[in-house]
Every structure is written in structure tokens, then in C-alpha cells.
């Protein structure tokens, strides 16, 4: 007589539901706990009478002066609570730069170019077609005007004029968007890391717009691709401390200035990846803006590695063998990022994560510790905390790199994705290229997180978090207005040329 076979649990329980279940204990475990509480409490109240209920409140023997101290104590308390609270940070909108038709760049008009500029030089311009072959790019992104000489003008005119053209025409699409006047900007940020003239870019705003003479200005430079973010972190604390204000940011890559010339390779790389664009983002702390703003600043967390060697000189600005100034990128960038990219979630891990999450991975820890080191480490799910993520497009092996450590769908990753392909690294301004993007598909929702990561030179990685506070409608001004229609697009491993 045989045995009866068991069923096959692993099967016949959907073990989805399992996890959904002890998510929702873990994360509610308060309200489990104390409703029942708070209930048998009504519940005894109720039993009793009201001579019962008044016997009781007398035996308490409160006289007046206990009354009003305790009254005065919660008003104390309650004062020191909300002046000691931050001021909220809105995002009222932001506007980025659409280059024109005209400063396209398709595959071969790069590769034409690459082959006259680099004629005796057979070997880069194959290195540079086999780079572009690979690097997720698309054939509408666009370079500067003056990069369309031959060879490069990549003189100080020519720069400033691609910062006028970059910076002005977004600065005035976000006074259209926005409504405001220059005389409203309290505070201004301009972030350019590798063009840095003197006057700088954020006198050059202030002089365009003839903003106030008491404005709070600042300009950064060399800080790389995660300087947006910085700019975001200065414009919050300076909008703790200067109440009723609006910081106006502009973030930006002039890249006039910086095409490489030369044969090194690992110079070579960034004028493949990298093209023109920028962002003018408006943040206030005014209480007026609550309602059409579109997002809340919820956290900034920066990691930086600046203190090992190979982290510090992994992007690093320097002349080859020939005196000719790049940007060279290390072999050993990607793991560098993932390092960085390591710190910076274990920091913010707890600022967002949901208890179940924190639970699992204190665990993991302890048993990793305690039992067993070679046990695998658990990877949050950060997919819980976040409905949508917005990546540097640095390039295609970074996308790839942080979809893979934080487990992350191809849909997670398609405005990253698409942004590379649409625009190219536009360096700091791609997140805002990346963030219009999920809004025009319109998926951004009233209540939506959004987390914004971004790496740079020095070596940092960078975050910001965003909640969205209404429902984002479909643009018709935005960079995708024109082409949200056609995206996602497949994107193959390689694009022979």
C-alpha cells in the first residue's frame, strides 16, 4: 500500500501573498497593536456609569493650578516641536533645455567627423565607432554649434555662447511655466563642472535677468555629473535659514570647452557619451506654493569616497603625452560606483525602507555575523519604498550596473534608458530630463516617491528623495513633447555602423 503523497506546498501557496502578508504585519505592527488596546479601554469605559466615571476623575484629586500647568506644558511643548521643525522644500517646477534640430548629431555626422579630425589617427576613430556602437546613444542627440567645425572652435566665445543659449532658453521657459519674475529669486545656483569663467555663470544669469542686488549666489564647479544634487542640498539648507524665499538652480555640462582632441582612449570616451542640455529648477519654502507645487524634498543623502586614491582619480582632468587637456575615466570606474553606491544606500536604507524591509536586513546581518559570513547578503527591496527611480544616464554600463545591485525591472530603468538614448549624458541635468520623461508617459501619481541618484567626480554618489504632491499632467512644452509618442524604443546590444 503506498503512501499518500503530500502536496507540494511550494505550489499550491503563492508564496507572493506569504510576503505580502508579513510586509503588512511588520509595517502596521502598531496599529495591530495598540487598536485593540484602545478598544478594550472603550470598551471598560463604556461599562461603566457616569457616577462611576465622575467618582473616578474625582479620585485623580487635580486641582486648578495642576490643570493650568499642564495645560501651559503641552502649549510649551508643542511650540518648541513646531519651531524646531524644518522648513518644507517644494518644487514648484522645472524647465529643461530642448537643443534645436539644428545641433543634431547623428551617428554619421560623429563618425565623419571623428575620422577628419582624428586623420592620422585610424585606430581612435575605430575606437570611438566601436564606444558609440555599444553606448545606448540615439541618433537625435546633440552637440553644441561650435563643435560642428572642423576642426572643434572650442574657443571662449564659443563657449560662453553655448552657455547663453543653454542657460537663457530654459531659464525662460521656467519664468513661462512658473510665473515668476526675476525680482522674485532670492537665491540663485548655477553647477558647471568643467567651464568656469570669470565672471561666472551665475553672474552672467544675474547680469542676463538683472536680478536683485542682495540675491544669494553661488557657482560650482568640478564637482561632476552629481553636482545637481549638491545644488539641491545647498538650496535646502540656505531655504531652512532664509524663510519665504525662492532658489532658482541651473543645472548644467558646457561641453564646448572639453571635446577631446588627442588619441587616449580613456580620453576619448566622454566625446562619445557626453552632449549638451541643462535644467532650471525652482524650489521654494513658501507655504503659498504648497498647492501646484509638484514635488516635496523628503531627504539628500551624499556618500563621498574622496579619501581613497582610485576613487579620487577615476575621473580625472588632466593633459596626455601630447599636452592636450581631457577628462580621463578609469578601468575601474564601475566598481568604484558600485562601492559608492553601497555607503549611500545603507544610509538612506533607513530613512525610507519599510520596517519589513529593515527587519529582513537586520537579520541577514546578524546571521552573516553571528553564523554564517559567507551566507548571502539580503538586498533591500527598494521597490517598496519608491515607485519610480530616475539613474544618471552615464552610460549604458551604469544603468546596467545599478539595475542589477538593486534588482531593479526594465521599466524601472526605461526613462534612464530612454534619456541616454533621446539626449546622450547631459551630465547634472539628466535626472530632470529622466524625471519629465515619467511624466509625460503619465505615471507620476499624487502621493508617488521618487528617487534620484546620480555619481560624480571626487568619486561621489549622490541621492535625492522626492514625493509628489498632485497628479502631473502630460506636457506640451516639455524636451518630449514631440516624441514621448515614439518611446520606449528597443535599444540593441549594438548598433553596427
Known amino acids: 500500500k503506498m503512501a499518500p503523497v503530500l502536496p507540494d506546498f511550494s505550489n499550491s501557496v503563492k508564496l507572493k501573498y506569504v510576503k505580502l502578508g508579513y510586509q503588512y504585519l511588520v509595517n502596521h505592527i502598531l496599529t495591530l497593536t495598540l487598536v485593540p488596546i484602545m478598544a478594550g479601554i472603550l470598551m471598560e469605559l463604556l461599562r461603566l456609569g457616569p457616577e462611576e466615571i465622575l467618582n473616578l476623575c474625582g479620585s485623580l484629586q487635580l486641582d486648578l493650578v495642576q490643570i493650568l500647568c499642564s495645560f501651559f506644558l503641552v502649549i510649551f511643548i508643542a511650540t518648541v516641536y513646531f519651531a524646531s521643525k524644518p522648513r518644507t522644500v517644494y518644487l514648484v517646477d522645472y524647465a529643461c533645455y530642448k537643443p534645436p534640430f539644428t545641433c543634431r548629431v547623428p551617428f554619421a555626422a560623429f563618425m565623419e567627423h571623428s575620422r577628419l579630425n582624428l586623420a592620422d589617427s585610424p585606430k ?20 553644441p554649434p561650435a563643435l560642428h567645425y572642423i576642426p572643434p572652435n572650442r574657443t571662449m566665445d564659443a563657449s560662453r555662447a553655448e552657455a547663453e543659449l543653454v542657460i537663457f532658453t530654459a531659464m525662460d521657459s521656467l519664468f513661462e511655466k512658473t510665473g515668476l519674475k526675476p525680482r522674485d529669486i532670492d537665491i540663485l545656483i548655477v553647477n558647471c563642472s568643467l567651464f568656469s569663467p570669470t565672471p561666472s555663470l551665475s553672474a552672467m544669469v544675474i547680469n542676463k535677468y538683472k536680478l536683485r542686488s542682495n540675491i544669494k549666489s553661488f557657482n560650482l564647479s568640478g564637482m561632476g555629473c552629481s553636482a545637481g544634487i ?3 542640498d545647498l538650496a535646502r539648507d540656505l531655504l531652512q535659514v532664509h524663510p519665504n524665499s525662492n532658489a532658482v538652480i541651473f543645472s548644467t555640462e558646457i561641453i564646448t570647452p572639453n571635446y577631446y582632441t588627442g588619441n587616449n582612449r580613456a580620453m576619448l570616451l566622454p566625446n562619445c557619451l557626453f552632449r ?20 516635496r524634498l523628503v531627504h539628500v543623502v551624499r556618500t563621498h569616497k574622496g579619501t581613497d586614491d582610485k576613487a579620487y582619480r577615476c ?17 575601474d570606474l564601475m566598481a568604484i560606483a558600485a562601492g559608492a553606491l553601497k555607503s549611500n544606500i545603507t544610509t538612506i536604507g533607513p530613512l525610507v525602507l519599510p520596517a519589513s524591509e529593515q527587519l529582513l536586513f537586520l537579520l541577514s546581518l546578524i546571521g552573516r555575523k553571528v553564523f554564517n559570513p559567507k551566507w548571502k547578503p539580503y538586498i533591500p ?10 539613474i544618471h544616464a552615464g552610460g549604458r554600463a551604469v544603468i546596467d550596473e545599478l539595475q542589477k545591485n538593486l534588482q531593479l525591472s526594465s521599466e524601472h530603468v526605461e526613462a534612464s534608458r530612454m534619456t541616454l538614448h533621446r539626449f546622450g549624458n547631459t551630465s547634472s541635468s539628466s535626472l530632470w530630463y529622466e ?22 567626480s571626487g568619486f561621489k554618489c549622490n541621492s535625492a528623495v522626492w514625493k509628489c504632491n498632485r497628479t502631473i499632467d502630460i506636457s506640451t512644452d516639455g524636451p518630449w513633447a514631440d516624441c514621448i509618442d515614439r518611446y520606449p524604443v528597443h535599444i540593441p546590444e549594438v548598433v553596427k555602423l
Not at 276 to 295: H, Q, V
Not at 324 to 330: A, D, E, F, Q, T
Open 381 to 390: 527591496d527598494f521597490k517598496q519604498a519608491f515607485e519610480h527611480f530616475c
Open 435 to 456: 524625471m519629465s520623461y515619467i511624466e509625460d508617459k503619465g505615471r507620476m501619481k499624487k502621493g508617488n516617491s521618487v528617487w534620484q541618484i546620480a555619481f560624480g
Open 124 to 143: 581612435s576613430v575605430e575606437f570611438q565607432m566601436r564606444i558609440l556602437e555599444r553606448s545606448g546613444l540615439g541618433e537625435e542627440t546633440s552637440f
Open 230 to 232: 549638491i545644488s539641491i
Open 315 to 331: 575621473v580625472y582632468q588632466e593633459e596626455d603625452k601630447e599636452g592636450k587637456v581631457g577628462i580621463s575615466l578609469s578601468k
Open 276 to 295: 549638451m542640455g541643462g535644467a532650471a529648477i525652482l524650489l521654494s519654502n513658501r507655504r503659498s506654493e504648497k498647492n501646484r507645487a509638484k514635488y
